[in-house]
């Protein structure tokens, strides 16, 4: 397994799980970067969680299940996924909180205004996961044989 940053490409090892109709489902183990550290086992401070990355490709049928693939994606592709996932959100509370705040003085209203912001916030990057899945998408770029 392996993760790294080359010719401005975010890459991956994984293994593929499930084909169907021109999408590829390829399991993904993402470690922190405690994960490799020696003395990780002792301060429990590691951490690694399977992911299933699908893929759209157009040619599907020639992979096979089990098979080691390199799924990869831009540096574009990366810092759009982790605006949508954390920076907007960031952002969203904190000018909710704020603004609630300053027009309420109640810091109990200003909280759960902003924590139901981010509900609705993550209601809709769901309701466009698939507008989003076009843009934040991963490629297979090599087979590793």
């Known amino acids: 397994m392996f993760y790294r940053l080359m010719n401005g490409k975010i890459r991956h ?11 590829v489902k390829v399991r993904i183990l993402q470690q922190s970067a405690c994960a490799a550290c020696k003395v990780a086992g002792y301060c429990h401070a590691s951490e690694s969680k399977e992911k299933l990355v699908d893929i ?7 992979y096979h299940l089990g098979q ?7 540096q574009q592709v990366a810092f759009r996924a ?9 952002f969203i509370l904190v000018v909710v909180l704020a603004v609630v705040l300053r ?7 200003a909280a ?5 912001s981010l509900v609705l ?3 809709v990057l769901w309701l ?18």
């Open 128 to 145: 466009l996961r698939g507008q989003i899945g076009r843009r934040v998408s991963f490629e297979i770029e090599e087979l590793k044989k």
């Open 82 to 90: 982790v605006l949508l996932g954390f920076g907007a959100p960031l």
């Open 56 to 62: 759209s490709c157009d040619n599907a049928a020639a």
């Open 103 to 109: 027009l309420t003085g109640s810091e109990v209203t």
């Open 121 to 123: 916030y993550y209601a």
């Open 13 to 23: 090892s994984g293994v593929i799980d499930s084909i169907a109709e021109g999408v």
């Open 68 to 74: 080691e693939v390199v799924v990869s994606a831009s």
């Open 112 to 116: 759960i205004s902003a924590m139901g």
